[in-house]
């Protein structure tokens, strides 16, 4: 019986070491009904957060020179972007979150209010090294 808990413990601490997947829940409040009540809030589930943070991908879409979003933390777990001007909310943003042997991102993606798209899915899971393809229907 003890030689059974030691193998389970050890096999539980090798699928540890092995890699797994972070959990990590990025939630927008785009029922705000102006760009100066909206939020991103980033959490991970995780005990080992070495860091999490919202950043802003300009590769897409470029913010104007010096807007900058805050991010502010909850806990260590959990880290809320606010502080949005018209301008700076539409874009591609992501949340990165590490720990000392992983790392992940959720990527979060806002469009004009006069943009005339509508997302296909409103959410996406894939699994390690698969592609994500994002589909929008044009609305007239």
């Known amino acids: 019986m003890g030689l059974r808990i030691y193998l389970l413990l050890l096999l539980f601490h090798l699928l540890g ?3 797994a997947i972070l959990d990590i829940t990025l939630v ?13 809030s980033c959490v991970m589930g995780e005990r080992n957060v070495n860091s999490l943070q919202i950043e802003r991908d300009n590769k897409v879409v470029m913010a104007p020179p010096g807007t900058r979003v805050q991010n502010y933390r909850n806990r260590s777990s959990e880290v809320q972007a606010r502080g949005f001007s018209v301008a700076n909310l539409v874009g591609i943003l ?9 790392q992940g991102q959720v990527i979060y993606v ?3 209010h006069y943009a005339p798209l509508f997302p296909v899915r409103a959410t996406q899971s894939v699994s390690i090294a698969e592609s994500a393809t994002f589909t929008a229907k044009v609305i007239s």
Do not use: D
């Not at 992501?94 to 992983?102: A, D, N, S, V």
């Open 17 to 19: 070491l092995a890699g």
């Open 28 to 40: 927008a409040n785009v029922q705000s009904p102006s760009h100066n009540g909206f939020y991103l």
């Open 94 to 102: 992501y949340c990165l979150g590490k720990t000392p042997t992983e």
């Open 110 to 112: 806002h469009n004009s």
